[in-house]
C-alpha cells in the first residue's frame, strides 16, 4: 500500500469533531467521571455529619438548599449544581453505551476457548454492570431519601428519619451496601483509568495512580458503608 | 511428552468452524509453538488429511507473521513473546493446549489458524509520509535528536504489527498498536511536521475498524515489543492537541474557524488564500 498524504478530514466545530471519535467519547467519560468523584466524596463527606447529631444532619440538608441565599434565590445554587450533575450523568452513560455498541460490533465474536487474562481484573470487565448498577441505585436513592416516596417513610420526617426507615429495613439497607460495592469496583478502575483517557502520563505520578484509586476508593465507600453499619448496630438511633 | 491439541478448523472465511482434537506424542520441551504445529501437520500430511494452516516467517520474533491464541493466550503463556519464541516447555505431559484463530471484528479468519491483519496496515498507510530530506544522506548529526526522545522513539518503533494486542483486548481495540506508530513519529523531529494530521487521519481509520480502549491492559503482557500503556495516553494527548488546539490556530492547517476570523474581520490578512472569505481591503 502506497504512503500518501493523510487525508484532510471536513472540519466540524471542535467539540463535535471530538465527541465523533471514540476516543473524545473517552475524554467525556472521563470529565463526567471527575465530576462524578467530585460528587461522590462531598456527599460522603456531608453525610458525616450523621455522626454529629440529628439536628446537624438536618440543618446540613437545610443549608444545602440555602448555598449562597441570601446572595442567591433559594435553592438556586443546589439547582444549578443538580443540573450540573444530571448533565454529566447523562453525557456519561451516552457514551457508555455508545462505546459499548462499538465495542461489541469490534469483537462479534468471542474466543471459543476460555480467556485466560492476565491484566484485566474483575472491576475493569465489569464497568457496564457496576454502572448500570450505580444507576438504577441512584434512582432508588432518589425516590427513597429525596422525594420520601417509598412506603418505608411518613409524613413529617426529617431527613435524618428517612435515613434510619431505611437503613434499618434490611432489604433497603442490602440495596445500598450492593450499590456502594459495584460503584466501590467501579471507582477503582475508573479512577485509575480516566488518566489514561485524559492523556496524563508522567513518569512522576504515574506510580500513583493505582493508590490514589484505591484510596478515593476506600474513602468514598468505607464511609458510605459506615452508615449503613451504624445504624444497623445502632451507633447511629 | 505426549499432548493433546484442540486445534480450530476452518476452510475458509465463509464456512463455519470447528475444533478438532489431536494427539501429538514424542515432544520435546524446546519445540516452539510453530514447530509443535510443523509436527501436528508431518503427522496429518502423512495420514493423508489436510495440514493446519497457520501463519509464520521469520520464526525469530522479528517479523510480526506469527500469532495465534494458545489456551486463551495471546501468543502463549509467555510475557512479551511471539508464538514462534514460545517453547511447550510450559506445558506438562497430557496436557490439553487449545489453538484459536485471533478473533477481532478487524481481523477476519481465513482459513484455520490465519486471519487476515490487513487492518492494521490501513492503520499505518493512513498516517501518510513524513517530510524529510531525501536523496544524499544528511550530514551526520545535522539533525540533534534528544537521547531520551530517541530511546523512546526506538522503544515504541519495536512492534512488529502482531496485532496482539487486538488479539488481547476484549474490545477488539487497536489502540496499542496506533499507540507505538504514533508516539514513535512524535518523539522524533522528523515526525513534527505531520505529527497533528497524522494523528487524526490514523484515528479516523482505526476507528472505522477497531473498538475502542477501556484501559483493560490486556494488551500489555500480549505485546511481544513489551510496548506499554503509556503510548495510549500520549495517542489521547496528540489527538486531543489535534483536534482543540488546530482551532485556536497553533497548528497549521485550520479552516474551521472562518466564520469566526470573519467575526473579528481579521481573516483578510491570513496569507491561506482559503482563509480569505473574499473581504480583503481592495486598492482603489
Ligand atoms: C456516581 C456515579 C459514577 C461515577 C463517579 C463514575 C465514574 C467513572 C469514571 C471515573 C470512569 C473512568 C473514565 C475513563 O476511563 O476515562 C468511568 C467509566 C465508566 N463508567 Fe462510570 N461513573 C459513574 C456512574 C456510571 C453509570 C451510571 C454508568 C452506566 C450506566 C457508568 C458506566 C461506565 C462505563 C461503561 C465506563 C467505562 C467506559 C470505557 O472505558 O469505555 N458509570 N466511570
Ligand atoms: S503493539 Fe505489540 S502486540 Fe500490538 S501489534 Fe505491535 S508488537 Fe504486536
Ligand atoms: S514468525 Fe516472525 S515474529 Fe514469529
Redesign the interface.
Known sequence: ?????????K????IV??YR???????VMAITGIVGLGYVLAHMIGNLKLYQSAEDFNLYAETLRELLYPIAPEGLVLNLLRGVLILALVGHVVAAAQ?TA??R????????????????DFA??T?RWTGVIVLLFLFYHLADLTWAVTPLHEAGDTVYDRVLNSFNNPASAGFYILANLALGFHLY?GV??L???????NRRF?HWRRTLAVAFTVVVIGGNLSFVIAVLTGVIS | MRLTLEVWRQADAATPGRFERYEVDGVTAEVSMLELLDILNAQLVAEGREPVAFDHDCREGICGTCGIMVNGQPHGPEDHTPACLQRVRAFSDGDVVTLEPWRAGAFPVLRDLVVDRSALDRIIASGGYISTATNAAPEALSLPVNKHQSEAAMDHAACIGCGACVAACPNGAAQLFAGAKVAHLAELPQGQVERYERVRSMVATMESEFGSCTNYGECVPACPAAIGLDVIAHLNRDFRTAVVSERRGEVPERTDVRWLARLRGEAWWQSDPDDRPGDTPKRS
Open positions: 500500500m502506497a504512503a500518501t498524504a493523510p487525508e484532510r478530514s472540519r466540524s466545530p471542535f469533531e471530538l471519535s471514540a476516543l473524545g467519547k473517552k475524554y462505546l462499538m465495542n460490533r469490534a469483537r462479534p465474536e468471542s474466543y471459543r476457548s476460555k480467556r485466560d487474562y492476565v491484566a484485566a475493569a470487565r464497568m478502575h485509575w483509568s488518566f489514561q483517557s485524559m492523556g496524563w502520563n504515574n
